[in-house]
């Protein structure tokens, strides 16, 4: 009997960590948005700098990214900071494009992102796209260089493995990308992203906690009829 209860609070308190979470399309667990979901993602812009510097890229001025019209890599479309992604054509144009995802409920440590991106134009090899290689980093860590075979920053690169960098909650991902002022953007394809959920003490406690509240709910209806 004892056996029994524990298999149903288990049962319990994983469907409270859905019910927190939020499914999508019945996938109970992290999410992290390609580009063709524009509304996802955040940039900022700054027009005008020096080629290469990492001081040239805004860190504040965020707004909502817009998807670049008519551009299209395999099933991901582009984003900038307009439908077309010109700015200013011979200007070099900075970019940090930005997405905010939530691990609430799971455990930071185990959390594994794989993606494949392409940025449009800098870093590839032509003195008129600019020297800088697109770059991303993790919740604020270190500069992590993009890789293409051949350079060319615009296909699809190979897939990226992000293994630790994680935190509880909140993370944020960002992409540095520089351009020319024509026909500028990036485009981002997640592979996968997976997290395990705590450990069966923890969900015991959370799935009694979740319990108790619908306890509560049930009995103030109860005194509200009586």
């Known amino acids: 009997m004892k056996c029994a209860n ?3 609070l288990q049962a319990i308190s994983a469907v409270a960590v859905c019910l927190t979470l939020g499914t999508t399309e019945g996938y109970c667990g992290p ?7 524009a509304s996802q993602w955040q940039v900022a812009t700054n027009v005008g700098g020096t080629d290469g510097s990492f001081s040239s890229f805004p860190t504040t001025g965020f707004v909502t990214a817009t998807a670049v019209t008519g551009r299209v890599t395999g099933t ?10 010109t700015n200013v054509p011979g200007d070099w144009t900075f970019f940090v494009f930005r997405q905010t995802f939530d691990l609430t409920g799971y455990d930071p440590n185990t959390a ?5 991106w392409a940025a449009d134009d800098s870093g590839q090899g032509f003195a008129d ?3 800088w290689t697109p770059k991303y980093s ?3 860590g270190g500069l992590i260089a993009g890789t293409w075979p051949g350079g060319n920053s615009y296909s699809f690169g190979p897939t990226v493995d ?3 960098g994680f935190v509880s909650g909140q993370n944020e991902i960002d992409f540095y990308v520089e351009g ?4 500028d953007g990036f485009a981002l394809n997640p592979i996968s992203i997976t997290a395990s959920v705590p450990e069966p003490a923890s969900l015991i406690m959370l799935g009694i906690g979740f319990v108790s509240v619908i306890g509560v709910a049930r009995r103030r209806r109860w005194l509200s009829a009586a």
């Open 6 to 8: 524990l298999m149903s």
């Open 31 to 37: 999410i992290f948005y390609s580009t063709s979901d």
């Open 76 to 85: 991901t479309e582009w984003i900038a900071n307009n439908s077309t992604g």
């Open 112 to 116: 594994d992102l794989k993606f494949q």
């Open 129 to 131: 796209r600019g020297s």
């Open 138 to 140: 993790l919740n604020g």
């Open 162 to 164: 992000l293994s630790s």
């Open 180 to 183: 020319n002022g024509l026909t």
